[in-house]
């Protein structure tokens, strides 16, 4: 076994075990949490050990086929969720944030890895890196919010059907989920926009052209305007519960769509080699 299979198991188990901790502390001694966060954290730097590695020995940032962008995106879920942790956020988001990098690192280590390290110059461009990394940390910071807006869900159906039990004692209360989701959106927003921006001025300086209308480019474009009319609403008008957990949904989807079905029912020049 390669050093880096190991590496890849063992950052897979960390979040594996944070995860069971996380969800086993739910409403439970905070001393259960506290394990579980630093397992996650040595759990993340191995597998930031493991993403350098990666892009050191081929030379290039790893994220340029969908098996490396997913463990770079599950890397990002982990990072954003860790670094703006409070001291006693509850373990329910963290046993998410484990669940969804252990679902994205796991699929991503199934795919075949890349025989090829050559890149065509056009990908070497500076603006396809800062264009690449911003868009998937912004897809990691979009997941976190669909995660708090499907427990904001399960709560406020808890509670309205006056259903008291350890699951509804043990979820954060609607209006922490609400702040966690705005939050999420706050970061990933601003990523996922800078990667728009970049993107077009590296389409420019390669192609030509700052947009061609590439499905990618189409549907990063609709995902952009939902979560900016999330913002809108939320920021501006001060509408929470249903309707801003429905666009976050809506904008989860768009996410899936822009990330996944390009490559699957689309082509173009942002399609990934598997």
Partial sequence: MSTDAIILLFTIGCYTAAGALFIWSVGGPSAKTKSATI??????????????????RAGHPPFTNLRESLTFVGWAVMAIFLTTRRARKPAVL?????????????????????????LLPALKNKWSIVHVATSLAGYAGFVLAFCSALLHTV?????????????????????ALDRFSYKMVAI?????????????????????????????????????????????????HGRRGRLANRLLVIGFICTLITFFGVNFFAGGLHSYNW
């Fill in 188 to 236: 990933g927003f601003p990523l996922f926009t800078v990667g728009i921006v970049t993107g077009s001025l590296w389409a420019q300086s390669a192609w030509g052209s700052y947009w061609s209308w590439d499905p990618k480019e189409t549907w990063s474009l609709v995902t952009w305007l939902v979560y900016a009319a999330y913002l809108h609403v939320r920021a501006l």
């Fill in 94 to 118: 963290g046993a998410a944030a484990s669940l969804i990098c252990v679902i994205a690192v796991g699929f991503g280590s199934v795919l075949p890895k890349s025989t090829n390290d050559y």
């Fill in 39 to 56: 397992l996650a954290t040595i759990g993340l730097a191995a597998h930031t050990g493991l993403i350098v590695a990666t892009g050191i």
């Fill in 155 to 175: 709560q406020e159906s808890l509670l309205r059907n006056k259903r008291t039990n350890r699951l509804q004692q043990g979820l954060p209360s609607l209006d």
